[in-house]
């Protein structure tokens, strides 16, 4: 179990979906975060916005090495980008955004989206792209299609993540450092939780039924 050191309690004795997540986060490790990551950056419902700052309050706690946090989840988002980059090299633009649509509660235009920023930003976009919500999994995929030259890409997709995911880790660590009051409002903290999964997960399923119905209207 997870101890704090400066309460000593452990994580799961917040209970809910915190608890669990962190006892999760216990048990994957350092290198496991970076998998998500990995993940996260290939299937985008999957939020690092919830999984880094988690292991950045572990870190707070002395269960994770923050340092080698960065390191890895830094390396999952490299090697995600760098499977989007290559099947975008591999089949094109079109054709890769045709097949990548089919995954659950994923919708062509986040893929549309990624291709204008690229085209109006150009190679810079790997870099900024990757601090935006919606742009920042996507943006290898034009940037492969486009044939980018690879070491520029890894050079600006590594700097670029290597930011986001030490502000998140970071952010969470300073999280954890409040942990008597993260205790005490826990249960509202799950329920807060809860909300935003069942809101982002109705917002995606709406907005691909919706999708749907337009493309069968013109049709």
Same mark, same amino acid.
């Given at each position: 179990?997870?101890?704090?050191?400066?309460?000593?309690?452990?994580?799961?004795?917040?209970?809910?979906?915190?608890?669990?997540?962190?006892?999760?986060?216990?048990?994957?490790?350092?290198?496991?975060?970076?998998l998500?990551?990995?993940l996260?950056?290939v299937?985008p419902?999957?939020?690092?916005?919830?999984?880094?700052?988690?292991?950045?309050?572990?870190?707070?706690?002395?269960?994770?090495?923050?340092?080698?946090?960065?390191?890895?989840?830094t390396? @999952?988002?490299y090697?995600?980008?760098? /499977? #989007?980059?290559? &099947? =975008? %090299? +591999? !089949? $094109?633009?079109?054709?890769?955004?045709?097949?990548?649509?089919?995954?659950?509660?994923?919708?062509r235009?986040?893929?549309?989206?990624a291709?204008?920023?690229?085209?109006?930003?150009?190679?810079?976009?790997?870099?900024?792209?990757?601090?935006?919500?919606g742009?920042?999994?996507?943006?290898?995929?034009?940037a492969?299609?486009?044939?980018?030259?690879?070491?520029?890409?890894?050079?600006?997709?590594?700097? @670029?993540s290597?930011?986001?995911?030490? /502000? #998140?880790?970071? &952010? =969470? %660590? +300073? !999280? $954890?450092?409040q942990?008597?009051?993260?205790?005490?409002?826990?249960?509202?903290?799950?329920?807060?939780v809860?909300a935003?999964?069942?809101?982002v997960?109705?917002?995606?399923?709406?907005?691909?039924?919706?999708?749907?119905?337009?493309?069968?209207?013109?049709?």
């Amino acid at each position: 179990m997870i101890t704090l050191l400066s309460a000593g309690k452990d994580i799961s004795d917040l209970g809910g979906i915190v608890g669990f997540a962190g006892t999760l986060m216990e048990g994957i490790g350092e290198w496991g975060v970076g998998l998500f990551t990995l993940l996260e950056t290939v299937f985008p419902p999957i939020p690092s916005e919830v999984i880094l700052p988690l292991a950045g309050f572990l870190s707070q706690q002395g269960e994770l090495n923050r340092e080698l946090v960065v390191v890895t989840s830094t390396l @999952g988002a490299y090697l995600g980008g760098l /499977l #989007l980059y290559a &099947l =975008g %090299a +591999a !089949l $094109g633009l079109e054709r890769s955004i045709r097949w990548l649509s089919k995954l659950p509660l994923v919708d062509r235009s986040d893929f549309e989206r990624a291709a204008n920023w690229f085209t109006r930003h150009g190679r810079a976009a790997v870099f900024f792209g990757r601090l935006i919500p919606g742009v920042r999994s996507l943006i290898s995929l034009p940037a492969g299609a486009a044939r980018m030259n690879l070491l520029t890409f890894s050079l600006f997709t590594i700097a @670029g993540s290597g930011i986001w995911n030490a /502000l #998140l880790i970071y &952010l =969470g %660590a +300073a !999280l $954890g450092t409040q942990y008597e009051l993260i205790d005490r409002y826990s249960a509202f903290l799950n329920y807060a939780v809860y909300a935003a999964i069942a809101a982002v997960i109705l917002w995606l399923v709406v907005r691909r039924v919706r999708r749907r119905r337009g493309a069968d209207t013109l049709a």
